[in-house]
């Protein structure tokens, strides 16, 4: 089985750039969760979406960022114009109902992004 | 909130030897559960392990095992017979807190040698 897919695997762009991340979650999965990893604050929540909706994008750095979900089967996230602080590694993970004790989050192999 | 420590940055294991990883929590949520993660030198977050706070027994995946004491609030993450492919970032993670995703530790870099 497919797991989490995401693309492109490494960007390098340079500042004031637009850049899209792009996901699909495992099918028939329900929620998807965009997570940013840097090594001064680790893993951190941007933002989750249930059955497509955003539920909360309180984890969103800044209004350069923004994440859509037009279908089950795809999202993205956007940063413009991105600024050499949002260099790290961002996952998209996914999960079968959503967030609760018990629902484990099945992650993608990340973007490795690069602002120069 | 959500909290999450772990207290060994890094640690050094003999190969086939046994791991214990710590894992220390903090939740106001009366049912909760605890993930770990494995993040090898590629990159990836590997699913290694779950355990619901009202499971009645330590959960266990292959050489995989929690240590889940409840009144102590942690969940150590045994490894048994060390393999040379276990050497990652392993990361304990609990749900709830922020945007309503997984609260994570810092990790433990843990390096197995021959």
């Known amino acids: 089985d497919a797991g989490v897919i995401q693309s492109p695997r490494h960007e390098v762009t340079e500042m004031g750039q637009e850049v899209t991340l792009r996901c699909k979650p495992i099918s028939g999965h329900n929620s998807l969760f965009w997570y940013r990893q840097t090594m001064m604050r680790g893993l951190e929540l941007l933002i989750y979406?249930?059955?497509?909706?955003?539920?909360?994008d309180s984890g969103m750095p800044e209004d350069r960022f923004s994440a859509k979900m037009p279908n089950a089967s795809f999202s993205t996230l956007k940063i413009q114009p991105s600024e050499p602080r949002d260099s790290a590694v961002y996952f998209c993970?996914?999960?079968?109902?959503?967030?609760?004790?018990?629902?484990?989050?099945?992650f993608g192999p990340g973007t490795r992004l690069l602002v120069l | 909130a959500q909290k999450i420590t772990q207290t060994q940055p890094g640690m050094f294991v003999q190969e086939k030897e046994a791991v214990t990883l710590d894992c220390t929590y903090d939740t106001s949520d009366p049912s909760y559960g605890l993930f770990w993660y494995k993040q090898p030198s590629s990159g990836e977050m590997i699913f290694l392990i779950y355990q619901g706070s009202y499971d009645q027994q330590n959960a266990t995946e292959g050489r995989y095992s929690l240590n889940f004491q409840k009144a102590r609030k942690s969940a150590n993450l045994v490894i048994s017979a060390s393999q040379l492919g276990d050497s990652a970032m392993y990361f304990c993670a609990i749900p709830g807190g922020g945007a309503d995703g997984l609260t994570f530790g810092k990790g433990t870099h843990l390096i197995i040698q021959p």
């Open positions: 993970a996914s999960s079968l109902r959503g967030q609760g004790a018990g629902e484990t989050q099945y």
């Open positions: 979406f249930n059955n497509n909706v955003p539920i909360d």
